[in-house]
């Protein structure tokens, strides 16, 4: 009996869960990799100016790194498909410096930067190596004639703490750099969670299609709206898998509308709690995601060759 409650209960849900988990990524992401057509031999293409984007991270290795790894390997995706549009500048490790953050705020349009975030004394506190991005530091910042328009901060409390909005750091980089709109999290982010949403975020507003993506304010809510979208509906297939399964089983046990009755009552429970331990921080995340600012129009390329800065998608 107790090897068929393990059955029931654990093995058989992480089995369908791990088959839906496993390609959640492919579900929510939006990116132009799935495009099969190649435009770097075209000339009008091949004459565009490469749009300088950045990502920082102070880690070389573990959670936050692999996240930003993720959205540099979109970027490398879309450069092999359209023929290095994007001029890609890391900094990782002893590099990730404020005085670095400062560099690239001057001298690429976009911005990704994954790291630890804490709040700490009533401020968001980002963590870069030999210091912290905080409300303080960027005061005495004058990067106001900077490239970058728009700075995405994947890190725990960006954005201010459980679940309550602090827009402190948000506004002060939108005071004190080139910086137009501000993306993060108003509480503990969860890795899974995060991932999905930058890397569907940058593929709406970067790379979706081969001339460029959409406004900062339609990658936003194009990516949430997705995101929520399949994560329910994830969890209504789990639920009918799960409730036919476990019904299936103990139809072997007694009277059919008995055994389905009983199914349907086990497998809610066990939904629930699979959910809750697997998905619902990443879930959680979701709904801590926040934008301020205003809507930037999302990197393009217009095909009539030259330049690189024209005809931008603002899909409001």
């Known amino acids: 009996m107790k090897n068929q409650l393990i059955v029931i209960y654990i093995l058989i849900p992480l089995l369908i869960l791990s088959f839906f988990i ?5 579900l929510v992401n939006p990116t132009s990799k799935s ?9 009008a293409f091949e004459t565009l100016d490469a749009r300088p984007v950045s990502l920082m991270c102070k880690y070389t290795s573990g959670n936050w790194y692999q996240e930003m790894q993720s959205v540099k390997a979109d970027f490398d995706d879309y450069n092999d498909l359209y023929g290095n549009r994007l001029s890609i500048h890391v900094a990782t490790g002893s590099t990730a410096t ?37 409300p303080n530091v960027i005061l005495h910042w004058s990067l106001t004639d900077g490239l970058c328009k728009v700075i995405y901060l994947s890190a725990c409390n ?19 750099t080139s910086i137009e709109a501000v993306i993060g999290f108003k509480d503990v982010a969860n890795i899974l969670g995060a991932t999905l949403l930058s890397q569907s975020f940058w593929g709406y507003h970067v790379t979706l299609t081969s001339t460029g993506g959409y406004s900062t304010a ?5 990516t949430y709206n997705r995101i929520v979208t399949k994560l329910e509906l994830i969890k209504s297939i789990i639920s009918l898998e799960i409730d036919l399964i476990v019904a299936l089983i103990l139809e072997l046990c007694g009277t059919v509308v008995g055994a389905i009755f009983v199914g349907v009552l086990l497998a809610e429970i066990t939904t629930v709690q699979l959910l809750d331990a697997l998905l619902g921080d990443a879930i959680d995340t979701v709904h801590s995601w926040e934008i301020v600012g205003d809507s930037v129009p999302g990197l393009s390329w217009s095909t009539g060759g030259g330049g690189g800065h024209g005809g931008e998608d603002t899909m409001d």
Request: glycine fraction near 10%; hydrophobic fraction near 35%.
């Open 158 to 176: 960006g954005m201010g703490h459980n679940g309550q909005l602090d827009t402190d750091l948000a506004d002060m980089l939108r005071a004190r």
């Open 98 to 134: 404020l005085n670095q953050m400062k560099s690239l705020i001057s001298t690429t349009e976009r911005m990704h930067l994954a790291s630890h975030g804490t709040y700490e004394d009533n401020d968001p506190k980002i963590a870069m190596y030999g210091g912290y991005l905080t």
């Open 218 to 222: 339609s990658s936003f809510s194009s």
């Open 22 to 26: 496993g390609s959640l990524v492919l």
């Open 35 to 43: 495009q099969n057509s190649d435009f770097s031999g075209i000339a």
